[in-house]
C-alpha cells in the first residue's frame, strides 16, 4: 500500500479506504484492521517529524499512551469509524460525531503551521540540492582541466608499487543519481502539497525569537561592540601606537584647519609629527574595522582632526573627527564614519593597571550597557565610543543637585554589577592594588631619599623644596602603612568576611574629568525628564574599578573635591579647605541611600549590598511606590484601609532606617579615607619619571626603554611637554601630608614622632 503524500491536509477530505486510483481494491471487512493498517507509524510524513520538532508532546499526552492527533485523511477516519457502531458501513461516509468536528476545528490552526513547516523544509533542502550540484559542476570542471593538462616529458613520474591492487572507488556517478533522484522526490512531494514550485523563505524567525532578535539587532545598530553567546567581542591587533611627539593640546586639526603658515623649522617639524600620527591612526582604524572608517583613505592623516583632551592624567585621551563630508562623500548604503575617542595609554601604566582585568570589567559593563562602548584595543591602547557630553568642572561637582545626581549613579553602578566570585575572594582592591604597587613604589621612593638625605640634585626643584616625598623617610611611612592596615582589620574584629561582605562594585576613581554629562540631541529624549535627569550623568575611565566596601569610593569622591587639576600653577595641589562640610557629605550619602534603582533586569544569583537595609527600606519618605514589594495588590486596591497614623509610623521608620544606615557609611568613610589616600601617593610615584632612574626601569610595553640618555639630544621636544603635563611627585607628596594627617587623627602616630618640619604641612580634617 503506498504512503500518503506529506503535507496531505491540504487536500479535500475523503475516506482514507479510497482513494482516487483505488476503485479496483476490495472494500475492508472490518473497519478497525484497516485503520490500523494504514495509521502505521513507520511512513511518518515530513510533517510529522516536523510536528514532533516543533511541538513536542507535554507529559500527560506522552504518557497517555495514545498517539498524538493529526490531521491527515487516513486519521481522521480512524477517528470517524471508532465513533461509529461496528455494522456501519465506513465507505464514503462522514462520522457526525461532535467530538471529531471539535478535533477538527482545534488543530485547524495546528495544521496550518505543519503544512508552513514542510514548505519550509522543503524550501531548506532544495536549496541545499542546488548548492550540491553547484559544487558537482565546478569539481568537473576541474577534473576536465586537470586531465587536459599532462605533466613535462623530461620529468620521469616513478611511484612505488602499491602492495595491493588499487580497489575500484565509488563512481562519481553514483553521487549524481543520488541528487537527482533527491530532485524527483522533492517534485514529488512539492505536487503532493499542491504547491506550484518550490517555497522560498527569508530568515524569518518565530514570534519569540523575532522579539528578542530585535533587541539585539537594535543593540548591534547603535554600537561596534559584537556580542556572541551574550559575551562582549571586541576587535584587536598587536600594534603599538607612539604618542610621544603629539602630547600637546594643539596641532592635531585637518589641514583646512591649518590657516596659519608655519613660521619656524620646529613648527614644521611639529606639523609633521602631527600628520604621522594622524596616518597611524586611520591604519588602526582599518585593522580593527571600526565601522565607517575605512572609507577614510590612508595616508590622508592631514584629512582628519585630533584633539588632546586635559584632565585625563593616567593616559593622553584624543577626541578623533573623520572628514567632513566635503573632503569624504556620502556614500549610498555605507555607514559614514563618526567621532571616536582615542585612548593612548601612559609610559609607566605597566606597572600600574592590569589591562586583561580591566578589559574584563568593561565587557562586563557593556552587557549591563554601563559607560562608553569599546571599539577596539591595540597593545597601548583602545578606542571607545565618543559620547557628545561634557566633562563636569571642579565647581560643577559641587552643586547640590549635581552632587545628588552623581550619589544616585553611583548607588545604581554599585547595584547594578555583581562581584565575581573571586573578587570577594581578593578582599578591597585598594590593598590589592597597594600590594601590586609595593616594590615599584619601595625602589623608587628609597632612591629619591638617598637623594634628599645626600643634598643632590636642585634644591629648588618643586617636592626637593619640601623634603622628602612621603612626608618621613620610607620605612617609617611603610610601618605606618602597615599599622593602619592592622587597625582597620580590628575594626571590624580581625575578621576579613566581615569587610569581604560589604564589598561592592566601585569606580575607585570618581573625580570631575571622569563624569561627564550626556547633551541630549533631540528635545524629546527621556533624558530630559525630571525622574530621569540624574541618568544623564555617565562615568567613564574604570581602569581602576574594582571590589572596594562603599565608604571607600564615598572617600575617594570627596577627596577629588579638594583638587582642581586645571589649576595653572598647582594643579597637583590638595586643598583640604574644599574638603565636603559633613552636611555636604550627609547629603550626597543620604541621595545614596534613599535612591532606589530600576534595573531592566532581574540578577536573582547576585547577594543584596550591604547598602541595602534589613528591614522594610529605607525609601523615600512620603513616597508610597519605594516601599520594597511593590507587586502587592494591596497597594492598588481602594477598600485597603489602616488604621488613622500608620502611615506617619512606617515613614517615621524608614526614616531611622535611612538616618542609621548613613550614619553607619559616614562612619565607614572616615575609616577608609586613610586607605585611599596611601593608594594614590603609591600611584602618584609609580607615575612619575625620575630623572636617574629610567634605565632602571623595567621594559614599557614596546619593549625598549624610555630613555637612554642619548635619545633626548636627538629629541629634545617631548621632553619639556612631558615635564609640563603634570608633576607626579608633587602629587604624591600632597596626598602623603593628607594621609598622615589623618593618621594623626585616629591616633595611629603623634605629631611630636613627625617632626616640626612635617608638622607644619599637614593635611587635617577633623570630620
Not at 623608587?444 to 618621613?472: E, H, M, N, Y
Request: net charge neutral; charged share 30%; with cysteine.
Amino acid at each position: 500500500m503506498s504512503t500518503p503524500s506529506p503535507g496531505s491536509s491540504n487536500q479535500p477530505r475523503r475516506s482514507a479506504l479510497k482513494g482516487d486510483g483505488d476503485s479496483d481494491r476490495t472494500p475492508p471487512s472490518t473497519a478497525s484492521a484497516k485503520a490500523v493498517q494504514i495509521a502505521a507509524p513507520e511512513s511518518s510524513s515530513v510533517d510529522e517529524v516536523q510536528v514532533k520538532k516543533q511541538f513536542p508532546a507535554g507529559v500527560a499526552r506522552r504518557l497517555s499512551g495514545r498517539p498524538p492527533l493529526s490531521t491527515t485523511p487516513s486519521r481522521s477516519s480512524v477517528i470517524n469509524q471508532m465513533n461509529m457502531e461496528g455494522g456501519a458501513d465506513a465507505m464514503g461516509v462522514p462520522s457526525s460525531s461532535a467530538s471529531a468536528e471539535e478535533i477538527q476545528n482545534h488543530n485547524s490552526h495546528h495544521r496550518h503551521k505543519v503544512d508552513r513547516a514542510s514548505e519550509r523544509l522543503l524550501a531548506q533542502v532544495a536549496e541545499w540540492l542546488e548548492r550540491e550540484k553547484a559544487k558537482r559542476e565546478h569539481r568537473k570542471s576541474l577534473s576536465h582541466s586537470a586531465r587536459r593538462r599532462s605533466p613535462p616529458k623530461h620529468i620521469n613520474l616513478a611511484f612505488p608499487g602499491p602492495g595491493r591492487p588499487r580497489g575500484d572507488s565509488i563512481d562519481s556517478d553514483s553521487s549524481e543519481v543520488s541528487l537527482d533522484r533527491l530532485q524527483r522526490i522533492l517534485d514529488d512531494s512539492v505536487a503532493a502539497l499542491g504547491l506550484n514550485s518550490i517555497p522560498h523563505f527569508g530568515p524569518r524567525l518565530g514570534h519569540k525569537h523575532r522579539r528578542r532578535s530585535s533587541r539585539n539587532l537594535n543593540r548591534v545598530a547603535s554600537s561596534d561592540t559584537e556580542f556572541l553567546d551574550g559575551d562582549v567581542v571586541v576587535p584587536s591587533c598587536d600594534a603599538f601606537l607612539d604618542n610621544s611627539r603629539t602630547l600637546s593640546y594643539s596641532g592635531g586639526k585637518s589641514g583646512g584647519d591649518d590657516a596659519a603658515s608655519v613660521s619656524n623649522r620646529k613648527e614644521e617639524k611639529e606639523k609633521q609629527a602631527w600628520v604621522s600620527f594622524k596616518n597611524e591612526i586611520i591604519r588602526l582604524a582599518h585593522t580593527l574595522r571600526l565601522k565607517g572608517w575605512r572609507q577614510v583613505p590612508l595616508d590622508s592623516g592631514e584629512s582628519i582632526s585630533v584633539e588632546r583632551l586635559s584632565g585625563a592624567l593616567t593616559n593622553a585621551v584624543y577626541v578623533v573627527t573623520p572628514p567632513s563630508e566635503s573632503a569624504l562623500p556620502r556614500q549610498e548604503g555605507k555607514k559614514q564614519p563618526t567621532q571616536v575617542l582615542l585612548r593612548v595609554y601612559g609610559p609607566q601604566v605597566g606597572h600600574l593597571i592590569d589591562r586583561e582585568n580591566e578589559l574584563g570589567v568593561l565587557r562586563r559593563l557593556a552587557r549591563k550597557k554601563i559607560g562608553p562602548r569599546l571599539l577596539g584595543t591595540f597593545l597601548n591602547g583602545r578606542f571607545e565610543q565618543y559620547l557628545n557630553a561634557t566633562a563636569l568642572t571642579p565647581f560643577s561637582m559641587r552643586e547640590p543637585e549635581t552632587s545628588k545626581q552623581i550619589a544616585k549613579r553611583m548607588r545604581e553602578l554599585h547595584e547594578g554589577v555583581e562581584l565575581l566570585n573571586d573578587e570577594k575572594e581578593q578582599g578591597p582592591g585598594v590593598w590589592k592594588n597597594w600590594d601590586r604597587w609595593l616594590n615599584q613604589v619601595e625602589k623608587t621612593v628609597t632612591f629619591l631619599d638617598k637623594q634628599i638625605l645626600s643634598k643632590s640634585g636642585d634644591p629648588a626643584s618643586g617636592w626637593k623644596s619640601r623634603g622628602f616625598v612621603c612626608g618621613v623617610e620610607w620605612p617609617a611611612f611603610k610601618a605606618l602603612v602597615e599599622k593602619y592596615r592592622k587597625f582597620v582589620l580590628d575594626y571590624y574584629g580581625g575578621d576579613p568576611k566581615k569587610i569581604r561582605d560589604k564589598l561592592v562594585f566601585a569606580h575607585n576613581d570618581t573625580q570631575y574629568g571622569n563624569i561627564l554629562r550626556i547633551r541630549p540631541d533631540d528635545q524629546k529624549s527621556p533624558l530630559l525628564q525630571p525622574a530621569n535627569e540624574h541618568k544623564q550623568l555617565v562615568v567613564i575611565d574604570f581602569e581602576y574599578a574594582a571590589a572596594n566596601v562603599p565608604g571607600l569610593e564615598f572617600a575617594n569622591h570627596f577627596t577629588e573635591w579638594a583638587y582642581n587639576y586645571h589649576d595653572p600653577v598647582r594643579p597637583y595641589a590638595c586643598d583640604v579647605s574644599r574638603y565636603p562640610t559633613p552636611d555636604q557629605q550627609r547629603r550626597f550619602i543620604k541621595a545614596y541611600v534613599d535612591h532606589r534603582p530600576q534595573f531592566p533586569y532581574v540578577d536573582s544569583s547576585s547577594a543584596p549590598t550591604p547598602t541595602t537595609p534589613s528591614t522594610s527600606g529605607a525609601g523615600t519618605p512620603g513616597a508610597l511606590h519605594t516601599t520594597p514589594s511593590t507587586s502587592s495588590i494591596v497597594e492598588f486596591m481602594l477598600d485597603a484601609r489602616v488604621p488613622a497614623g500608620a502611615w506617619k509610623e512606617e515613614e517615621k521608620k524608614r526614616e531611622e532606617e535611612s538616618e542609621r544606615r548613613v550614619a553607619a557609611l559616614l562612619e565607614e568613610t572616615r575609616l577608609w579615607r586613610t586607605a585611599n589616600s596611601a593608594q594614590w601617593v603609591a600611584w602618584g610615584v609609580v607615575q612619575a619619571k625620575v630623572e636617574g632612574m629610567e634605565d632602571r626601569r623595567e621594559c614599557g610595553q614596546n619593549g625598549v626603554a624610555e630613555e637612554n640618555g642619548v635619545e633626548p639630544e636627538s629629541e629634545p621636544e617631548p621632553e619639556p611637554e612631558a615635564e609640563e603635563e603634570f608633576d607626579y611627585l608633587s602629587y604624591a607628596q600632597e596626598r602623603a601630608y593628607f594621609f598622615l594627617g589623618d593618621c594623626v587623627s585616629l591616633g595611629l602616630v603623634k605629631v611630636e614622632e613627625l617632626g616640626e618640619e612635617v608638622k607644619g604641612r599637614l593635611k587635617i580634617v577633623g570630620y
